[in-house]
């Protein structure tokens, strides 16, 4: 069974600091999604990685895929509070006939 | 707009009756996908359909739940006797072609209460 795992599962930042959200997953997967939920809201798309070594940016959020370790970061820099929602990856399981599965989501709280 | 639409986008149901939501996919997309959302909760898996192939229905809890994809558009998602457990939102999700890594976007979500 297809695990997939983030942490931390909560962090609590200070305006202006960086800090990395890890997504760790048991399978083999080219591909893996990061999507963004505000509190009531459906999810957003924030990035589509699809190969190893694979990196975006976007503002103040940068991805990286290493399908080898299985292991996707997703980097914050200079934290400001616009950026305080949910942050869930998904693995990409359709070379297997299946759909995302995502993690629990890390819940990303910033404050001045 | 063009945008995956959803619904009912609540909905209130008494303990064993039975539920249908509908989703309407952007135009063009031949995945769709259903996932359910507990309080609080990550994103579960229910159903995947890619154009005619048959479908994914991997992650259905139990048989109560189906679903359907007419004419490769619009799906409705069937909950039949209802159980409070079933209260959370159910997701709808579509994109171009779900085996080539294209951006997958979600609806607002269909609001389940059972009680």
């Known amino acids: 069974e297809l695990k997939v795992e983030q942490n931390p599962l909560f962090l609590s930042m200070q305006e202006g600091k960086n800090y990395t959200i890890y997504c760790n997953y048991s399978?083999?997967?080219?591909?893996l999604y990061w999507y963004r939920q505000d509190p009531g809201k459906s999810l957003e798309s924030l990035f589509v990685l699809l190969s190893n070594g694979a990196v975006k940016q976007e503002g103040r959020l940068m991805a990286s895929l290493d399908t080898k370790a299985r292991l996707s970061t997703l980097h914050i820099t200079a934290a400001v509070h616009d950026l305080s929602a949910t942050y869930f990856c998904?693995?990409?399981?359709?070379?297997?006939?299946?759909?995302?599965?995502f993690g629990k989501g890390t819940t990303l709280s910033v404050s001045s | 707009g063009a945008g995956v639409s959803q619904s009912p986008s609540n909905k209130v149901t008494e303990k064993g009756k039975d539920v249908e939501l509908r989703c309407d996919p952007i135009?063009?997309?031949?995945?769709l996908y259903w996932y359910r959302q507990s309080l609080g909760q990550g994103l579960e898996f229910l159903i995947y359909?890619?154009?005619?192939?048959?479908?994914?229905k991997s992650g259905l809890p139990s048989d109560r739940f189906s679903a359907e994809r007419t004419g490769g558009s619009v799906s409705t998602l069937t909950i039949q006797r209802t159980q409070q457990e079933d209260s959370a939102v159910y997701l709808c999700?579509?994109?171009?072609?779900?085996?080539?890594?294209?951006?997958?976007?979600f609806g607002e979500g269909s609001w389940l209460t059972v009680v």
């Open positions: 359909f890619q154009g005619n192939s048959a479908p994914d």
């Open positions: 999700a579509s994109s171009f072609d779900g085996r080539s890594g294209n951006t997958i976007y």
């Open positions: 399978t083999t997967s080219d591909r």
């Open positions: 135009s063009g997309h031949t995945a």
């Open positions: 998904a693995v990409d399981m359709s070379q297997a006939g299946t759909a995302l599965i």
